[in-house]
């Protein structure tokens, strides 16, 4: 009991000494003011850089690290509100649209700069075009038990630690999942609907479902392919490594001027994140300033053999502008058909290219065709030779003779132009002052 | 000596406790616990009409504030949830004000709720689920201070409906409060054992309303234990119109089976029938809204299956589920009715009748597009 007591004394003045000089004494020598207002300066702080220059900022918002990242635009006001605008498929969901399928949406809530442990961004009314994120209801896309997610949703943050402020940039983290984040400030004068439009037109020029791949090259003359581009979450392998057992996911954000990944990814010892998209279509890695991001050449996927393409008959110029006028005539003289669309694609059956011509005539459709052949001349050329038509094509070679025509003007070397050099799904060919411009299918 | 240094130590201890707990902050304790949030109040502010109404008719009236703009860390961080949308708010604020603030002052005066009501409401946006258990939580006391209201966000979907605006608001909040006012003065002993031994605090989720009526309880929520059948109680009763309350009642005073006795998630019937009325095939249970009645003129009731007759055109006669429990469901509600309304009369002198009758007027025919405009200006009284 002695030992016991004795101890018991020790501690006390040990602890008596340690409460008494806990409250301030060691803040008065290293900082000039406590806790509380070193917090409120703080929090005023962030206040002003998040209203200043108008208070437009871009945020590039992930809710987890299984989904893409989203882009919102906030415009901050000091009376407390905060105009939230975005445009994904969830808010085309909230807006009863078919999965998959985007909507814009925009909407005033209240936000606040609050004190906890740090400052705290929080957005602390519901916004339903930011908070779905966060809402614990079941994600409607998915309606089978097992992926029920009620009490759980998306589980995206709405209050983000403000940790750094540095040209115009703000890094935040998720206070409840802790993924980092950054917003950056944009000019006041953007309208929303306009700049989220543009983000998905970026989006659209890097990835097209119907390309089937495109490349990360690195400094090193290695490429990684790059797979399922269009859904934001790529699936990436070296080269010539097995796809199944090498490949790895990485989430990404289309932002307003390139992509980032949501983390660091290093490839071959090179590590890379942020892309920049560069006059062409394609993307430069703002990292290293050398690692690139393209898909094939423009000869190769013109005359890739998966892909079906179709001329814009309303943007189609020189000899092929004049003969769409003749063939009508003609079609309308000979059986009182129309011309539907004229088509590029590949024939299996005949191991062949071909120029397809529908033609409607009443409900019965007709397909004269033309065999041709596509020889990639270098990157963004092509040669192409017109063989003889399938018996349809013959036939109408001779009661439509400007079909044939047409076709055979194709004969010739085109140079290609696109698009985009990562997503080209409108392919220029073109000859002198003719061209045709063929939208993939 | 051994005695002396114990008692040093003590005295010491005491001391210490004493000057660690005085050396940090100076501050006198004020009217109220909250910061002066009149002195911060912005006329610039967005939000600075609810702030206003909320100031001078919560803090300032009852010193209590109320949150509407949810920081995370104010809930619980085990639940996902998001904050309640600012139009929801308002409404939510002038409707408690005027279904369960005003009631109270009319009924028991002016001090009452500032004395023993909650000192937070803390409004959220979502419900609290918890996925483990497939429950909800839609209301919240804690400690007698704070009352935490939830789905505010599915509010506007029926703001005009009273069952569903009770059920997810103000019964739930009777319900807080009564659980406030018992953990200050407790209530008789003699409620704990009307129903014991028929609590289930585990399933009572899996329970149905027509079992648990006829067990004595008014919900099934009220089943998983007393605290939450006496809060449970007083809170149905104040709230359900008397069609309502005489449903439970109603249910109360029938048998009922499940379809499976090994299915405790099965469903529970309070009436049968025989197919073709032949009364050797097995019983088939069915939904009381499957039943009509016809009453003989000498009075006497006849109980028929709806949809169908059997071959020669009859009625499909229904039977009634034997009240195989032994319990008097009705008997055992309006007993812990009347421990409840003796309760706040001795306790607390508030009748609960009176409660209840001021509620189900207000709760008839409230006009929320007037009532908002307590908070914008304007409200014809």
Request: with cysteine; net charge negative.
């Amino acid at each position: 009991m002695k030992k016991f007591l004795n101890i018991s004394l020790l501690s006390l003045v040990a602890l008596s000494s340690l409460m008494l000089s806990s409250c301030k004494n060691e803040i008065d020598e290293i900082f000039d003011e406590d806790a509380i207002a070193r917090l409120d300066n703080k929090k005023a702080e962030y206040i002003d850089i998040l209203t200043d220059k108008g208070g437009k900022w871009q945020m590039e918002y992930y809710a987890n690290a299984d989904e893409p990242g989203y882009i919102y635009l906030m415009t901050f006001d000091k009376n407390g509100s905060v105009t939230i605008s975005g445009e994904n498929q969830w808010i085309g969901l909230l807006q009863g649209k078919n999965f998959g399928a985007i909507g814009y949406g925009s909407e005033t809530s209240l936000w606040d700069v609050i004190t906890d442990n740090g400052p705290v961004l929080s957005f602390n009314s519901f916004n339903k075009y930011f908070h779905l994120f966060a809402d614990p209801e079941d994600i409607p896309s998915t309606d089978t038990e097992a992926d029920d997610e009620t009490g759980y949703g998306h589980e995206g943050d709405y209050e983000f630690d403000l940790m750094k402020y540095s040209n115009d940039t703000l890094y935040i983290t998720g206070k409840k999942y802790g993924i980092d984040m950054i917003m950056t400030r944009v000019s006041p004068n953007v309208d929303d609907e306009v700049y989220m439009g543009e983000v998905i037109a970026m989006a659209d020029s890097f990835f097209n479902a119907k390309i089937p791949q495109v490349y990360i090259n690195l400094p090193n003359g290695v490429r990684w392919i790059v797979k399922d581009g269009a859904t934001s979450i790529l699936k990436v392998f070296r080269e010539g490594a097995d796809e199944i057992s090498t490949s790895e996911t990485y989430n990404v954000i289309i932002t307003h001027d390139g992509l980032s990944f949501m983390n660091p990814v290093t490839l071959d010892g090179y590590t890379i994140k942020n892309f920049i998209r560069q006059p062409d279509g394609s993307l430069l890695c703002r990292d290293d300033n050398e690692t690139t991001m393209t898909a094939d050449p423009l000869s190769s996927i013109i005359s890739n053999s998966r892909l079906t393409w179709r001329a814009d008959l309303t943007n189609i110029g020189g000899v092929y502008a004049g003969f769409l006028p003749q063939i009508a005539s003609e079609l309308t003289a000979y059986n009182k058909s129309t011309l539907v669309y004229i088509q590029l694609a590949y024939v299996a059956a005949k191991s062949s290219f071909a120029v397809t011509f529908n033609v409607k005539k009443g409900a019965t459709k007709i397909n004269p065709t033309y065999y041709v052949t596509l020889e990639p001349q270098g990157d963004t050329q092509v040669k192409m030779t017109v063989g003889e038509g399938d018996q349809a094509g013959e036939l109408y070679a001779t009661k439509v003779p400007s079909m044939r025509a047409f076709a055979d003007a194709l004969a010739g070397t085109f140079n290609l132009s696109a698009n985009s050099l990562l997503a080209p799904v409108n392919m220029k060919m073109e000859q002198g002052n003719n061209y045709i411009i063929w939208n993939i299918q | 000596m051994k005695k002396i240094k114990y008692y040093i130590s003590a005295l010491l201890l005491v001391a210490v406790a004493a000057m660690s707990l005085s050396s940090c902050g100076e501050e006198k304790l004020g009217p109220t616990i909250f910061p002066d949030v009149d002195e911060t109040l912005d006329p610039t502010s967005y939000t600075y009409q609810l702030d206003t109404f909320l100031l001078e008719n919560y803090l300032k009236k009852y010193n209590l504030t109320f949150l509407y703009k949810m920081p995370d860390i104010s809930t619980n961080m085990n639940y996902n949830l998001v904050p309640a949308t600012y139009e929801n708010s308002i409404d939510l604020a002038v409707l408690c004000k005027y279904l369960w603030f005003d009631v109270y002052d009319k009924i028991a005066g002016k001090e009452f709720l500032k004395s023993y009501g909650p000192r937070i409401i803390l409004l959220v946006g979502s419900p609290a689920y918890n996925p483990t258990s497939g429950t909800e939580i839609v209301g919240l006391a804690e400690g007698g201070i704070k009352v935490s209201l939830f789905k505010v966000n599915a509010m506007n979907m029926f703001i005009n409906n009273p069952d569903m605006m009770n059920e997810y608001y103000f019964k739930t909040m009777h319900h807080e409060f009564a659980h406030i006012l018992h953990q200050t003065k407790t209530y008789p002993n003699e409620f704990n054992t009307i129903s014991i031994g028929h609590y289930d605090s585990n399933n009572w989720q899996d329970r149905s309303e027509g079992q648990v009526a006829s067990l004595g309880f008014v919900t099934t929520y009220a089943s998983s234990e007393f605290r939450e059948d006496f809060a449970e109680t007083i809170a149905n009763y104040i709230v359900k119109t008397d069609a309502q309350w005489n449903r439970i009642l109603d249910m109360a005073s029938r048998g009922w089976t499940s379809g499976d006795e090994d299915d405790v998630t099965s469903e529970f019937f309070s009436y049968y029938y025989y197919k073709n009325n032949d009364v050797t095939n097995e019983p088939t249970y069915i939904y009381d809204r499957d039943v009509f009645t016809v009453t003989d003129e000498d009075g006497t009731v006849h109980k028929y299956w709806r949809n169908f007759t059997d071959p020669e055109g009859n009625r499909i006669v229904v039977y009634d589920v034997e009240d195989k429990d032994g319990i008097d469901g009705a008997e055992a509600i309006l007993h812990k009715v009347q421990i409840a309304r003796s309760w706040l009369k001795d306790a607390w002198n508030v009748d609960l009748d009176e409660l209840r009758n001021e509620v189900q007027t207000r709760q008839a025919d409230y006009d929320i597009a007037n009532l908002r405009k307590m908070v914008t200006g304007g409200y014809n009284q």
